[in-house]
């Protein structure tokens, strides 16, 4: 479920298995086994993966429905906001910020 779930978004991206081990400073190997079920991230790694994505953890590993947003690259955001230097915390507070007056309109 895990693995399946790390394929369908770094596919959903164009990724290759290569861009998102960098990404993740991780390894080849590492990703193509865990997108086919032979190893499991472990918490610190899903959570990684997760940020990287923008889902859950919960999402991730299949207790939530993962949902992803086809009009957002959420990619592009969290590079931006990276050069940005603003934090993983900043970033969720204005999307959080975002979504409340988005909700009112």
């Known amino acids: 479920m895990v693995g399946d779930n790390i394929r369908l978004l770094r596919k959903k991206y164009n990724m290759t298995i290569e861009e998102l081990a960098l990404s993740l400073e991780s390894n080849y190997s590492t990703i193509a086994m865990y997108e086919t079920?032979?190893?499991?991230?472990?918490?610190?790694?899903?959570?990684?993966?997760a940020n990287y994505f923008n889902v859950s953890v919960d999402m991730l590993i299949g207790r939530r429905e993962l949902?992803?947003?086809?009009?957002?690259?959420?990619?592009?955001?969290i590079k931006k906001a990276e050069s940005l230097n603003i934090s993983a915390k900043e970033l969720d507070s204005l999307i959080s910020t975002i979504s409340k007056i988005k909700g009112k309109e």
């Open 37 to 49: 079920n032979k190893r499991k991230p472990d918490y610190n790694m899903m959570d990684k993966i």
């Open 67 to 77: 949902i992803i947003d086809k009009n957002i690259d959420y990619i592009k955001v």
